[in-house]
C-alpha cells in the first residue's frame, strides 16, 4: 500500500513539473516577425515585430545567415543590393524574447527591370564623370553608351565614351545619355546638364508680353535647388539707364532674398497707357553677396515694348 501512494506522489509530482514548464513557456513573451519573402533587387520593404505577452519599447536587428553582401537592415528597413539569402533575427530590448523572430528572405533579381543610370545630374566643363548602369536593380551585363539627344544642333555640349559610360563636360547645355544593355536588349536614359560650376543648381527666366486689361506683364519662373543666400535680382533697362526693381532704383537691390522655386508668377504688371513708346528690355539673376553668379544661366533677358 505504501509503496501505491509512493507511486502515486511520484506521478502527481512529474506531472505537476510537466505543467509547470508548460504554464512557464505560455507565460513567456515571444516575437511575431512578418514581411515578404522575396524580394527584388533594387526594393525597399519594412518589417513589422510585435511582442506576445509582454512590452518591447524596441527591438534589435541582425542577420542569423547571410550570402555576401546581398542587403542591408536597420530598424526592420530592409534595402535589397543584390540576389542572395538572408535569416533576419530580431529581439526585443526590455523582454529578450526571441523565439519566432527568424525570417527566412530571398533577394531575386529583377529579370523584367529597366535599366537605370546611376550618376550626377550635373557635370561641370571639363569635368569627366564615369556613370554607372543596372538592369532590374543588377550590375549583370555590359551596356554601350550613346547621347540620344543635346541642347546644341552647333556646339559639342559633352563626350561620352561608348564602352565605359565615361562622359565629360564641353560646353554649357543639356544632353541626354543611353545605356543600351548588350545582353538583354533593354536601355535606360539619363538627362544631364553641362554647367560652368558644379555649385551651380538653379536656373531662372522670365517672360514679358500682353496681359489682361491691357497691360505690360512680367513673369517669372525659378527652377532647381537655390543655393543657401542666393538673391533675386530683376531690373529694367530703358534710355541707357538699369533701374531695379521693385523700386526701380539704379543701385542694386534685391527683388526677393533667399527665393524658393517659382512657377509662373506675375512680378509686374504695368497698364500699357502708362508706357512710353519704346523698348524696354528686362533681366533676372540669382547673384550671392559678392554679387556673383549662382544661377546655371547667369542671366536671363526678355525685350518688350510699343512703338
Same mark, same amino acid.
Given at each position: 500500500?505504501?509503496?501505491?501512494?509512493?507511486?502515486?506522489?511520484?506521478?502527481?509530482?512529474?506531472?505537476? +513539473?510537466?505543467?509547470?514548464?508548460?504554464?512557464?513557456?505560455?507565460?513567456?513573451?515571444?516575437?511575431?516577425?512578418?514581411?515578404?519573402?522575396?524580394?527584388?533587387?533594387?526594393?525597399?520593404?519594412?518589417?513589422?515585430? @510585435?511582442?506576445?505577452?509582454?512590452? *518591447?519599447?524596441?527591438?534589435?536587428?541582425?542577420?542569423?545567415?547571410?550570402?555576401?553582401? !546581398?542587403?542591408?537592415?536597420?530598424?526592420?528597413?530592409?534595402?535589397?543590393?543584390?540576389?542572395?539569402?538572408? /535569416?533576419?533575427?530580431?529581439?526585443?530590448?526590455?523582454?529578450?524574447?526571441?523565439?519566432?523572430?527568424?525570417?527566412?528572405? @530571398?533577394?531575386? =533579381?529583377?529579370?523584367?527591370? *529597366?535599366?537605370?543610370?546611376?550618376?550626377?545630374?550635373?557635370?561641370?566643363?571639363?569635368?569627366?564623370?564615369?556613370? %554607372?548602369?543596372?538592369?532590374? /536593380?543588377?550590375?549583370?551585363?555590359?551596356?554601350?553608351?550613346?547621347?540620344?539627344?543635346?541642347?546644341?544642333?552647333?556646339?559639342?555640349?559633352?563626350?561620352?565614351?561608348?564602352?565605359?559610360?565615361?562622359?565629360?563636360?564641353?560646353?554649357?547645355?543639356?544632353?541626354?545619355? !543611353?545605356?543600351? /544593355?548588350?545582353?538583354?536588349?533593354?536601355?535606360? @536614359?539619363?538627362?544631364?546638364?553641362?554647367?560652368? %560650376?558644379?555649385?551651380?543648381?538653379?536656373?531662372?527666366?522670365? #517672360? =514679358?508680353?500682353?496681359?489682361?486689361?491691357?497691360?505690360?506683364?512680367?513673369?517669372?519662373?525659378?527652377?532647381?535647388?537655390?543655393?543657401? /543666400?542666393?538673391? +533675386?535680382?530683376? =531690373?529694367?533697362?530703358? *534710355?541707357?539707364?538699369?533701374?531695379?526693381? &521693385?523700386?526701380? %532704383?539704379?543701385? &542694386?537691390?534685391?527683388?526677393?532674398?533667399? &527665393?524658393?522655386?517659382?512657377?509662373?508668377?506675375?512680378?509686374?504688371?504695368?497698364?500699357?497707357?502708362?508706357?512710353?513708346?519704346?523698348?524696354?528690355?528686362?533681366?533676372?539673376?540669382?547673384?550671392?553677396?559678392?554679387?556673383?553668379?549662382? %544661377?546655371?544661366?547667369?542671366?536671363?533677358?526678355? #525685350?518688350?515694348?510699343?512703338?
Amino acid at each position: 500500500m505504501k509503496k501505491f501512494y509512493l507511486k502515486m506522489g511520484s506521478l502527481f509530482f512529474g506531472m505537476s +513539473l510537466i505543467l509547470a514548464a508548460a504554464a512557464y513557456a505560455a507565460e513567456q513573451p515571444y516575437l511575431v516577425l512578418e514581411g515578404p519573402d522575396v524580394v527584388h533587387v533594387g526594393d525597399t520593404v519594412t518589417y513589422t515585430v @510585435e511582442t506576445v505577452g509582454g512590452t *518591447d519599447s524596441s527591438y534589435e536587428w541582425w542577420w542569423g545567415y547571410r550570402t555576401n553582401d !546581398c542587403a542591408t537592415i536597420e530598424n526592420g528597413v530592409l534595402t535589397a543590393v543584390s540576389p542572395g539569402i538572408i /535569416g533576419i533575427r530580431v529581439a526585443g530590448n526590455n523582454t529578450g524574447a526571441e523565439r519566432q523572430a527568424q525570417l527566412h528572405v @530571398e533577394v531575386v =533579381a529583377n529579370e523584367n527591370g *529597366d535599366v537605370g543610370i546611376s550618376g550626377p545630374d550635373k557635370v561641370a566643363i571639363g569635368s569627366k564623370v564615369v556613370f %554607372s548602369a543596372t538592369t532590374g /536593380g543588377v550590375a549583370s551585363e555590359s551596356y554601350s553608351w550613346v547621347i540620344i539627344y543635346s541642347s546644341s544642333s552647333s556646339t559639342e555640349v559633352a563626350r561620352l565614351n561608348r564602352d565605359t559610360g565615361e562622359l565629360e563636360g564641353i560646353s554649357e547645355g543639356t544632353v541626354i545619355i !543611353c545605356a543600351f /544593355g548588350t545582353s538583354s536588349g533593354r536601355a535606360g @536614359e539619363k538627362t544631364v546638364q553641362i554647367v560652368r %560650376s558644379e555649385k551651380q543648381t538653379a536656373t531662372v527666366s522670365i #517672360s =514679358a508680353g500682353l496681359g489682361e486689361g491691357f497691360t505690360l506683364d512680367l513673369m517669372l519662373f525659378i527652377k532647381g535647388d537655390i543655393p543657401q /543666400g542666393a538673391s +533675386l535680382y530683376i =531690373a529694367v533697362l530703358y *534710355d541707357g539707364v538699369l533701374r531695379y526693381l &521693385p523700386g526701380l %532704383s539704379t543701385s &542694386p537691390a534685391p527683388f526677393r532674398t533667399n &527665393p524658393s522655386e517659382t512657377f509662373y508668377e506675375k512680378v509686374l504688371s504695368v497698364p500699357i497707357t502708362s508706357i512710353p513708346f519704346k523698348e524696354y528690355t528686362f533681366y533676372a539673376a540669382l547673384l550671392d553677396d559678392s554679387f556673383q553668379f549662382v %544661377s546655371n544661366l547667369d542671366t536671363a533677358v526678355v #525685350s518688350a515694348g510699343y512703338k
